[in-house]
Each structure stands twice: as structure tokens, then as C-alpha cells.
């Protein structure tokens, strides 16, 4: 069974800094892109960005809202991926969901549950 | 502002058919890029719906049915029911963008 958990939400301070990790496990993560994507309350669904896998170069792509503030990872020997979040503004609070991307097909077909990040003082 | 854009909301009766539409361009639906459907109902996660334009993962009632069209693509539900009150997301790829991109979404009420 595919399983993506997300961890590392929670309440911070705008301008501080947070990781989110998202261990998965039951799929060849090293076969798959991976992605962020967030839903801030009442709204809809934002991609942050995406990694492609190491056969398609591992290089990584950001909305331009969070350009230059956050950056994707991926660990393929632990089948983690992460969100490195830099200076946080309010406007960051929102639901992050870890999914998994079928990238022939741009598809998003495994979620995790998400996590909370909540961006106040 | 997305580059899908879909209609914020729709409804229908039980028993009546619904559709919501999908609107991109010619460098995303246009452009020959699948469209994959998404449905999240109250409270929980995104769960896919439809994907490479008109086929359901194994699980999803036949009821619900893609199609794609020039730079348009359509999320049709027969035979609504109560429990499909929620909101629908559509999803491509965009090559100006170079990522995939989302619709804002579309909430469904059952009268």
C-alpha cells in the first residue's frame, strides 16, 4: 500500500524558517516525482513545486510565490522528501500535502494527509 | 488567477447530471497535455478522480466521466447523489509554465 506522511507543521513566527518531511513507503520512491502542494484555508489547491526523479535529472521547479524562499529535496535511500520553508509570511499558512507524481503523465495520484503550517506572530 | 479555469460552483438535484468545465489554452489543454480530475470532499484529502482525461482508477463509480475538447475538458457526474457534495479540481500540465497547474475549483452542492 502506498503511504505518504507528512511531518514538521506547525506554528511559526513570519520571517522564521520550518521543514516539512514526507517519509513514504510502499513504491519505488526513486521512481517518481515528488510534490508539494498547499490549500490555504477555505481555498484551493496551489502546486509549492515538485522534484523530478534522479532519471529525469532530479532538477526541481517552484511557484512563484515561494521562489527563492522554499526548496524541495529528496533522499532516495531513506524515500523521504522535504520542504525547506525560509522566510515565512502569513500568507504561507495552509494545509501542505506531500504527493507523489506520475511524471509521464503529470498525474498526482497518491496524497498524504497533509500538515498544518500556521504563519503568525 | 488560474490558468484552468473553472466555474466556482454548480449544483443539481439527486437522480440529475451535472458538469463542470475546465478552461485553459493553447499551451496546457490545447497543447495536447492530459487533463486529470480530482475530488475533495468536506474535510478531507484530494483524492484522484479521473486521470489521462476519461479513465477512473479502479473504485470510482461509473457515473463520473472526462472528456477533453480543444482547449477545454469537462468533469460530467450522472445520476447525483448526496455524498458527491464536494469540491472538484481539474489539473494539467503547462509548457509556458513549465509545471503542471491546477484549476481553482469547483464546489458542487446536491440540492
Known amino acids: 500500500e502506498v503511504q505518504l506522511v507528512e511531518s514538521g507543521g506547525g506554528l511559526v513566527q513570519p520571517g522564521r524558517s520550518l521543514r516539512l518531511s514526507c517519509t513514504t513507503s510502499g513504491f519505488t520512491f526513486g521512481d517518481y516525482a515528488m510534490s508539494w502542494v498547499r490549500q490555504a484555508p477555505g481555498k484551493g489547491l496551489e502546486l509549492v513545486g515538485f522534484i523530478r526523479s534522479k532519471a529525469y535529472g532530479g532538477s526541481t521547479h517552484y511557484a512563484a510565490s515561494v521562489k527563492g524562499r522554499f526548496s524541495i529535496s529528496r533522499d532516495d535511500s531513506k524515500s523521504v522528501a522535504y520542504l525547506q520553508m525560509n522566510s515565512l509570511k502569513a500568507e504561507d499558512t495552509a494545509v501542505y500535502y506531500c504527493?507523489?507524481?506520475?511524471?509521464?503523465?503529470?498525474?498526482?495520484?497518491?496524497w498524504g494527509q497533509g500538515t498544518l503550517v500556521t504563519v503568525s506572530s | 488567477q488560474s490558468v484552468l479555469t473553472q466555474p466556482p460552483s454548480v449544483s443539481g438535484a439527486p437522480g440529475q447530471r451535472v458538469t463542470i468545465s475546465c478552461t485553459g489554452s493553447s499551451s496546457n489543454i490545447g497543447a495536447g497535455y492530459d487533463v486529470h480530475w480530482y475530488q475533495q470532499l468536506p474535510g478531507t484529502v484530494p483524492k484522484l478522480l479521473i486521470y489521462g482525461n476519461n479513465n477512473r482508477p479502479s473504485g470510482v463509480p461509473d457515473r463520473f466521466s472526462g472528456s477533453k475538447s480543444g482547449t477545454s475538458a469537462s468533469l460530467a457526474i450522472t445520476g447525483l447523489q448526496a455524498e458527491d457534495e464536494a469540491d472538484y479540481y481539474c489539473?494539467?500540465?503547462?509548457?509556458?509554465?513549465?509545471?503542471?497547474?491546477f484549476g481553482g475549483g469547483t464546489k458542487l452542492t446536491v440540492l
Open positions: 489539473q494539467s500540465y503547462d509548457s509556458s509554465l513549465s509545471g503542471p497547474v
Open positions: 504527493v507523489r507524481v506520475e511524471w509521464l503523465r503529470y498525474l498526482f495520484d497518491s
